[in-house]
């Protein structure tokens, strides 16, 4: 459990994930929880669908706020790493990802989604 | 805002230590009070930001053997570090040929220049159909003087000839062309029907994905609540046009703390509650993922099927010696394996969850089938004469060598039994290992020894194994006067160990 980091976002706007794991990424996937005062799954993907050119979206409703958090199984004494690329209409970052594995078997890495 | 002026800065840390110590917040009554280790000096303060303080929080609270990981790891890096500048052949024969690269570019995968410099390594991109995997790649070699040629000449002119050699040959004369073929499943799905081969992440990324959704999730709410409390505040509490910059995308991570002024110490202390919330969740969901038997997967996906044939050709430069060639077949697998997985859960990744645990509890993944097979061959050696700058060298004996070809092969295989002795499972290792060696076509070596150990368990500590050893020739075993050999042990484990 790690934020990696805080991006914002508008409601009506659409987010893109991208994905592109290392040889040590055994498996993953992305799950997106919307919060209204608490969170609850607001949709969840096998990771390998966010490889692709197009990645794997979803829109910003109003919210509080969203977490797009990756959950990975990693391999041991291994370097594991996503590099991710989250995007919305007007901004986008790309992260190197480490999900180390001295936390595993499976690490989880977030992002907070606020809204503005 | 940004931190200047020394007087400002001063006024920033007073203030600051101000707040912090005397602990005008208590954001999170639950959270513990950070660690004395946590509280910064000022000139870290002055570089911390809120990433950074929330790093620091989090890796307190994870484990001491991380941190130890992480020393030694670092240990290696440093201790790997070359002591000497690598060799400059690599980079000029790079440089050298940059331009026919570029032409095959579309053909090439990789150009690699090895560490030492002397090596430039060409991966062509590897060629698929269906599971059959072939990959190509050239190896250009820094050209060098065999030492059979060196020990053909007499000391005091040694130095000098092989210097000599060594100018007469060209950068690209030592060159050795390597195939690997692999037989590999391109994707290996829950519906297979067939057995899955390889062992190539991307294989299986799909199949574990689905496996790490379909199983039950660790209960972290409390902690995702906790630090979005603290987060939320970490924004509120900042200056409305630092705000403003997060809001367009500078990432509050990177919000230096001086940044929250006067509330800095608040600030400091919230992103200090955030990272030990995230080391304890961490925590939590390690425990919970190994107790669900999720290590299990990497043995699993290691006990794939492999099949693997690599070959070689090596072309030295003229006084670098003989052609050599070399063929290497490989197949290795586990009877508990992904393959496995898939059948006996039906397809069904839920079930397959299930039987992760079950695997790991009974210790079965550690049951494995290697056979390795190795042949090598170099060709015949003559050099009868030496010539530099158009006279033959005085003091050089001719060289006549022999051809050489070696064939080596190792098999292991080992398993639990089904039958119960003092309530376990004992265990049975086959081993077989063995290598042949021809001169010309005479056999200058045939050793052969292969080994049945079954291993019968007593208790969790002690157990009895009994081991037959057979070799083709009496010398290779202890007892010089049998082909055949027995023994008994006693094996004891250390509590704790």
Redesign the interface.
Known sequence: MKTMGFFPGQAGERVTIKTKPNADILGYYILVDQWKGSPSTFVKWNGTEAEGAQGVAFDLEPADGYDVTIKAEVKKDAAPKIAVTLATDSLSKAYDVEFPSSEGPVVSRDWNIFLH | MRVTQPFVRSRIIVAFFGVFFGGLVQINAQAPPPSSSAAPTPAALLNATVGSI?DDA?ANV??A??HL??VVKQGVVTSANATTAPDGYASRVHASIQDYLNFFSAAINQVEESANGQSLILRLNPLQTGPSRLGLSLTLTKPSVSPLVEHALLDDIRASVVSALEKKQGDLDDATVGVAYSFVTPKCEWTATARCFGRD?DT??????????AGPQPD??A???A??QL?ASL?TLLPPEVRKG????K???DVPITDYGANAGVAFQLATQ?GQI?GR??LK??QF??ELG??A??DL?DNQPQVSLVGSYHHPARYGGANEWSANVELQFGRYNINRLVRESGGNAATAVQLLKTYQAANETADKFVLVATYKHRGAYAVTTLDIGGSPVTGFTPIDAASYSELSARLQWGMKLKQLVFASRPRVDVTLEGIRTLENTAVTKNRWVGSVTLTMPVNDAISVPLSLTYANKTEYLDQKDRRLSAHLGFSYRLPGL
């Not at chain 2, 299986?204 to 959704?213: A, E, G, I, N």
């Not at chain 2, 997060?246 to 995308?249: I, K, L, M, W």
């Open positions: 929330r989090r994870l484990s053997a991380e990981q992480t992440p299986y990324r799909t199949l574990f994905s689905d496996l790490l959704m972290v709410l902690e995702n609540v630090r979005r987060q924004l997060v809001g367009a995308g990432d509050l991570l955030w995230e969740g961490t969901e390690q993922f190994t999720y290590q997967v990497e996906y």
